[in-house]
Nanobody, 118 residues
Framework: VQLQASGGGSVQAGGSLRVSCAAS????????MGWFRQAPGKEREFVAA????????YYADSVKGRFTISRDNAKNTVYLQMNSLKPEDTAVYYC????????????WGQGTLVTVSS
């Protein structure tokens, strides 16, 4: 499965942003999907995951209550709605198939940069 994230941008602290990840070349609806992020100078970290059906979700403590992951299997797309953004959310965001709940599978696609200013 090839993955392409989009929708990143610059936003002020407290603002909202939705990023998307489109999949192609595979059976998207068969995979649990997750979002990860990598801030400058830091290792990539898990953010959120959703089961193949969309029925269950799992979040890192740092984003719980602020971020919402969802998917549309008809559009082969997974979303991450980010509210109440903080400067520490600044990172490149990537999506990936996951072994439930947060072990990434396969190769990384292109990420999308989210910058939150104070």
């Amino acid at each position: 499965v090839q993955l392409q994230a989009s929708g990143g941008g610059s936003v002020q602290a407290g603002g909202s942003l939705r990023v998307s990840c489109a999949a192609s070349g595979g059976t998207f609806s068969s995979y649990h999907m997750g979002w990860f992020r990598q801030a400058p100078g830091k290792e990539r970290e898990f953010v959120a995951a959703v089961t193949w059906s969309g029925g269950s979700t799992y979040y890192a403590d740092s984003v719980k209550g602020r971020f919402t992951i969802s998917r549309d299997n008809a559009k082969n797309t997974v979303y991450l709605q980010m509210n109440s953004l903080k400067p520490e959310d600044t990172a490149v965001y990537y999506c990936a198939a996951v072994k439930w709940p947060k072990s990434p599978l396969g190769s990384w696609g292109q990420g999308t940069l989210v910058t939150v200013s104070s």
